[in-house]
């Protein structure tokens, strides 16, 4: 079938013919991977590269783009480059943490501003910090490259645990670069760290980076290095910017290159484009869907039952993956259950009076301290959920939830985090509860109510992932709340 181009398409088109280095804003359902290989078509005489997120989304580009473009991801080059040499160590057995620190020579507590933290603890800590560099676009590991543990995250404390665990990175760091063997275990993200301190260079005439909005780092300074030697397209929606919180960033606002956009969506239809952009306006984000009006995408409550059921946060998927297989629904949990079993053991551990090394938890001796933590303490709210979860079911209930789930295609319904379902689309999908509204301030308004704080930028591209992943219809119950929020801007129906 003929790929006949939308206005906003040419203009792309045009924009590409004449080399520029672009930026293209592509709304949910736009078509950016249809606009990429309408791109790269142009012209035979140049060869280009497309950089995919991930292996899948490189392996469907591959059947949609001509020969002239090689589709991978960034590791797959990394590998091809210099990560080979380490496939023996990326294939050994995993080992626990607190043996990795006992080789490191972590082998006693250490008392930080009034915190014990165990070996395994110490070890974790040092092996995440490894992590951190690797995303970076750092040269050296350093003070930042250490993560910030709850309890003990301020700047006298987080400094006094950067002296201690710093010489014992850069002796696992020291580790990951020997081919041969090692006590670290070796991971993906190793080689691309090691690849990108080679300074590559990315032969084309071309390079197409896709999900730019969700660039780690390391990513941003290899593509960045290519631009007086090759054309640039950047290619993501910002406001689908929703992994900040592992150090992505969105380069795309700040790149010096013609900025262009994508906004009418061929995914649903002009009622949900309104919701889209209801969340559009509160992320802060510059453009405005237009949905396709052949799609009649409706929204309103659920009268059966949906394809997808999307949270906010793992605590409200097992909420309700516990609700659905009580009513004999068969469950699947998108990306499978390994972060909500980490979960459970980890109180179940603190319920029985056991440390846990779990990343959220590691500081807490009992389940009482963080049952308290939670309730009285601001910075613990995020775990109340959780703890009233595991006071009512018990670990051991989750645990047995989780072993009864099944895979997506043998499912009923799927719950799914919107993190989760970012790159993914249902026919229909329902918003869960755990989408709460910002908490309130001290202010009251005339009646006498509490005045709602400002809706975060954060969770609103958020709420617009996840809105924008129905087809035929949306039941957008969790974020309901939005309605009576004064932030709610005005928006003009269809």
């Not at 056991?354 to 389940?367: A, G, I, K, M, Y």
Request: charged share 25%.
């Amino acid at each position: 079938m003929a790929f006949t181009p939308t206005d906003e398409q040419a203009a792309a088109r045009d924009a590409f013919t004449e080399g520029d280095h672009l930026v293209i804003q592509a709304g949910a359902g736009t078509g950016k991977t249809s606009t990429l290989a309408f791109l790269a078509e142009q012209t035979s005489a140049r060869r280009g590269r497309y950089l995919a997120f991930n292996r899948s989304i490189a392996l469907d580009a591959a059947a949609r783009f001509p020969a002239t473009v090689r589709c991978k991801t960034a590791h797959s080059l990394a590998y091809a480059a210099l990560g080979y040499r380490y496939r023996d160590r990326l294939n050994s057995p995993r080992r626990p943490g607190w043996k990795v620190g006992q080789d490191l020579g972590l082998n006693a507590p250490v008392r930080i501003h009034g915190r014990d933290l165990m070996p395994a603890t110490l070890s974790n800590t040092v092996l995440r910090t490894v992590t951190g560099y690797c995303q970076s676009a750092d040269a050296e590991l350093a003070h930042h490259h250490v993560p910030r543990l709850r309890g003990i995250d301020g700047d006298e404390a987080h400094a006094e645990l950067a002296d201690l665990l710093l010489p014992y990175a850069a002796k696992a760091w020291d580790d990951v670069q020997d081919p041969k063997a090692g006590t670290v275990r070796f991971e993906h993200d190793h080689y691309l760290k090691l690849w990108a301190l080679t300074e590559p260079v990315l032969p084309g005439d071309f390079l197409l980076l896709d999900e730019a909005q969700d660039t780690n780092p390391v990513l941003e300074q290899i593509v960045l290095a290519q631009r007086e030697r090759t054309q640039i397209v950047m290619v993501g929606d910002s406001a689908q910017a929703i992994y900040g919180w592992r150090g992505a960033r969105d380069v795309m606002t700040g790149f010096d290159g013609t900025h262009l956009t994508l906004t009418r969506s061929f995914r649903f239809g002009p009622r949900l484009a309104i919701e889209a952009n209801r969340w559009l306006a509160l992320s802060g984000a510059a453009i405005e869907l237009t949905g396709t009006p052949e799609i009649p995408t409706t929204i309103g409550p659920h009268t059966g039952r949906p394809d997808a059921v999307l949270c906010r946060t793992n605590i409200g998927a097992v909420t309700e993956i516990l609700d659905l297989l009580d009513a004999g629904t068969t469950t699947a949990l998108a990306g499978g259950g390994d972060a909500l079993c980490a979960l459970a053991q980890a109180a179940r551990d603190l319920i029985q009076g056991r440390r846990t090394n779990h990343p959220e938890l590691v500081l807490f001796t009992t389940w009482r301290e963080l049952r308290d933590y939670a309730e009285l303490d601001p910075a613990g709210a995020d775990l109340q959920p959780f703890a009233n979860l595991v006071d009512e079911h018990g670990p051991d209930a989750i645990l047995r939830a989780v072993d009864r789930l099944v895979p997506e295609d043998q499912a009923q319904v799927t719950v799914s985090t919107a993190h989760k379902a970012k790159g993914r689309e249902w026919g229909s999908v329902r918003i869960a509860p755990d989408f709460t509204p910002p908490p309130d301030t001290d202010e009251v308004d005339d009646a006498g109510r509490p005045v709602p704080g400002p809706v975060n930028k954060s969770e609103a591209r958020l709420a617009y992932v996840a809105v924008t992943r129905a087809r035929r219809h949306l039941d957008p119950a969790g974020l309901d709340w939005i309605h009576h929020h004064p932030d709610n801007p005005v928006l003009s129906g269809p």
